[in-house]
């Protein structure tokens, strides 16, 4: 059983930044595929960036390349979602997630459990 707790969220002007933590609870974390997805209002939830069990093996959606970088630090348990040149449309809930499975990461529905979300609203 897997624990998530997402916090860092928060309100920016467009073109600031935010660090997102994610703190898991459990064991064998390194062992897990972590994940971030975000939910606009009146959107499906989508696929932000997803880190494996080695920290090298990195990916993240199109929209976020070059400005969001997926991070974890296995011996705190954490993993983070370090943004930067933050756009409007990048106002949404956070959500971490984490799959047991050797899944590629990029789709919500390989994920076995879920934080309860953390708000990022970006100004224009």
């Known amino acids: 059983q897997v624990q998530l707790v997402e916090s860092g969220g928060g309100l920016v002007q467009a073109g600031g930044s935010l660090r997102l933590s994610c703190a898991a609870s459990g064991r064998a974390f390194s062992s897990y595929v972590m994940g971030w997805f975000r939910q606009a209002p009146g959107k499906e939830r989508e696929f932000v960036a997803v880190i494996r069990w080695s920290a090298g093996r990195t990916s993240a959606a199109d929209s976020v390349k070059g400005r969001f970088t997926i991070s974890r630090d296995n011996a705190k348990n954490t993993v983070y979602l370090q943004m930067n040149s933050l756009k409007p449309e990048d106002t949404a809930v956070y959500y971490c997630?984490?799959?047991?499975?050797?899944?590629?990461?990029?789709?919500?529905?390989?994920?076995?459990?879920w934080g309860q979300g953390t708000q990022v609203t970006v100004s224009s």
């Open positions: 997630a984490a799959s047991s499975w050797a899944v590629v990461g990029n789709k919500a529905n390989q994920y076995d459990y």
